[in-house]
């Protein structure tokens, strides 16, 4: 009798996670994930408060910290690695979204559209990716969106920033995975998260589920399940990879 493989392995049993924008939405979704299948977890957010409030509910940690600034990402690095000695995964989950049409787009959104979705996945990709590649091991996770691979109306800043954070993930895919850390995106349709629902629940909504071909929006399981697998042993051959988690919105 033929025997049969050995389970695929989620667990992070033992793992320092550390999740960006870990205050609310995908983050504290992916964050509570990461906690349930064994993992010691650090939420970093701007909101220093809200973050310190979701690790106490899910029992994980957080530090304050803005993504798009070198000093409060640097320290952010310095601490995890004081506290926890490693980072072994990081998810890059912190994002801005601010809408308009291209003619009226102003500098101040464009500006902190690319600061925080560009600039700040560098950063948090340059400053804990350095303690990966001292370590020779580790996975990092970004959050693009289907907005990476599909022009959307009102989203010049924001198609712009998440192209940049495929091409930035692939470089770093490149440049990093013979030294043992590995980086891949998510890319999400709409989330039905809290603000999700808020931005999403009218007939502009509507318009766009229709053209989702599964019918609907994604809920947080939907990207928290594509997280995990990305972190765990199972995903150690996939590098460089865009996963759309958009039921086909992109395919048409």
């Known amino acids: 009798m033929t025997a049969l493989p050995a389970p695929v392995d989620l667990s992070l049993d033992g793992k320092v996670a550390v999740v960006t924008g870990g205050a609310s939405g995908i983050g504290a979704a992916i964050g509570a994930a990461y906690v349930a299948q064994g993992a010691r977890v650090v939420l970093l957010d701007r909101d220093g408060d809200a973050a310190a ?93 289907q907005a990476a691979t599909v022009a959307i109306e009102e989203h010049a800043a924001y198609c712009a920033s998440k192209f940049g954070v495929l091409g930035l993930t692939k470089v770093l895919a490149a440049e990093w995975a013979s030294r043992g850390v590995t980086v891949n995106t998510i890319s999400p349709t709409v989330v039905m998260t809290p603000l999700g629902r808020d931005a999403w629940t009218n007939p502009k909504g509507d318009a766009l589920r229709a053209r989702i071909p599964v019918g609907r929006f994604a809920e947080t399981d939907d990207i928290t399940t594509v997280a995990v697998f990305l972190a765990s042993p199972g995903a150690a051959m996939i590098n460089g990879a865009d996963i759309l988690v958009d039921g086909g919105y992109t395919i048409l």
């Open 53 to 145: 409030k979701q690790a106490a509910d899910i029992g994980a940690h957080s530090v304050e910290c803005d993504v798009a600034d070198r000093s409060s990402v640097a320290h952010a690095a310095h601490k995890v690695v004081e506290d926890f000695g490693r980072v072994d995964i990081l998810v890059n989950s912190a994002g801005v979204a601010r809408l308009a049409a291209a003619e009226d787009l102003s500098d101040d959104f464009w500006n902190l559209t690319m600061n925080v979705n560009l600039t700040g996945t560098f950063l948090v990709c340059q400053e804990f990716g350095r303690v990966m590649l001292d370590a020779g091991s580790g996975r990092i996770v970004n959050i693009a969106s």
